[in-house]
């Protein structure tokens, strides 16, 4: 079976912002890489409708995906219409059954706001489902029974909701393709203004470098790095497997005081 990767996020640039790296670092070793955004991101403008908001984004999530040398899909939906609910489920479902992904990258089960954790939830779920064959999909596909891993992104400012700092599992060594990660985000550019406007936020390009060499001092090792936390394997592989450690080397580190159950140091350390 092929070795293939999807990176399932909630809006068109969140990707770009919590997962492009690894997903990158794959591809170049030989993976099959996919990229999907739940939502359309229709809500992602003070300046246009709805309806032009959703083409603008998504012709720049297509062209981003190309730049990652990612197969694109489209959106299952709209922004803050994310919810846990069967419609989704059995549509995402659907698509892992098609593509058949032994890595799904996917956002943080705490995170700043709720397409996020839906979507997390939603991505977990469908993953689990891969190989059962008495849930149904829309449009039906048949199960394959393989192993299957889940990771789980840093939420955005590396913090759950209640500001409580989040420790990676496991660190990857993003430096080698930070120049990547960043065109293809800085493609996203209808954000460029309306996360200023929105959130506070200097630039959406600053803010994923910042994130980046935090998580990259976290692992004392690298220059930029993401965090990846997995998923416990029961019902996704028969055992306890790290695909990504297996295909990145030495360009992922495993974050040993995670393993042990103890807390990373904090980020002022």
Same mark, same amino acid.
Do not use: C, W
């Given at each position: 079976m092929m +070795? $293939? !990767?999807? #990176?399932?996020? !909630?809006?068109p640039d969140d990707i770009g912002s919590y997962k492009a790296g690894a997903l990158v670092l794959? +591809?170049?070793?030989g993976w099959q890489v996919h990229y999907l955004n739940v939502a359309s991101g229709n809500c992602g403008s003070l300046r246009w409708n709805a309806s032009r908001t959703r083409a603008i984004r @998504? *012709?720049? &999530?297509?062209? !981003? &995906? #190309?730049?990652l040398g990612a197969h694109w899909h489209p959106p299952l939906g709209d922004d803050l219409e994310i919810f846990y609910e069967i419609n989704l489920l059995r549509r995402l479902a659907a698509l892992i059954r098609e593509i058949k992904p032994t890595i799904v990258l996917t956002h943080?089960?705490?995170?700043y706001m709720e397409d996020h954790t839906n979507t997390c939830r939603l991505a977990v779920t469908a993953a689990f489902a891969? &190989?059962?064959?008495?849930? @149904?999909s829309v449009p039906p596909r048949p199960i394959a029974e393989y192993?299957? $891993?889940?990771?789980?992104a840093m939420p955005h400012s590396l913090r759950d909701?209640?500001? *409580?700092l989040v420790a990676p599992g496991a660190f990857v060594n993003t430096a080698s393709v930070q120049d990547l990660k960043r065109a293809a985000l800085a493609g996203h550019k209808s954000q460029q203004n309306w996360l200023e406007l929105s959130q506070g936020m200097n630039s959406y390009l600053l803010a994923m470098e +910042?994130?980046?060499r935090a998580v990259g001092s976290m692992s004392e090792k690298f220059t930029h790095a993401e965090g990846w936390r997995p998923h416990l394997h029961y019902g996704f592989s028969a055992t306890e497997v790290d695909p990504l450690q297996d295909a990145l080397g030495e360009s992922c580190l495993v974050n040993q005081a995670y393993e042990r159950g103890l807390s990373v140091h904090a980020l002022s350390s």
């Open positions: +070795k $293939t !990767a999807i #990176g399932v996020g !909630a809006h794959v +591809k170049q070793v @998504r *012709r720049e &999530a297509r062209h !981003a &995906a #190309g730049m943080s089960p705490q995170d891969h &190989a059962l064959p008495n849930f @149904r192993d299957l $891993t889940v990771y789980h909701p209640l500001r *409580r +910042k994130f980046s």
